[in-house]
């Protein structure tokens, strides 16, 4: 796998954690009921949803940051 392959799949990650993210914000402003069985879903799940997809979504997105494709993977680390 090339550092470009690795670069846009942590692009595509970032993205789709991102629209999962802005779902679950949706859901906290909207608040439409979800139903799982007879037991109602609050949203409180969405909310922690927003915080670990949103952190998700940002540490990929800076770890595919311009200065990722100059590194070199699987290399020795530098010191």
């Known amino acids: 796998m090339t550092t470009s392959s690795q ?20 859901r906290l402003f909207t608040g439409p009921e979800v ?10 799940p969405s909310l ?6 949103g952190s998700l979504s940002i540490w990929l997105s800076r770890l595919a940051g311009p200065g990722c494709a100059k590194a070199k993977v699987g290399g020795p680390a530098e010191i």
């Open 35 to 44: 139903f799982i069985g007879s037991h109602r879903l609050g949203v409180m």
């Open 48 to 53: 922690v949803a927003v915080v670990v997809f």
């Open 7 to 26: 670069v846009n799949g942590l692009r595509v990650s970032s993205v789709l954690f991102g629209i999962i993210s802005i779902v679950h914000l949706v």
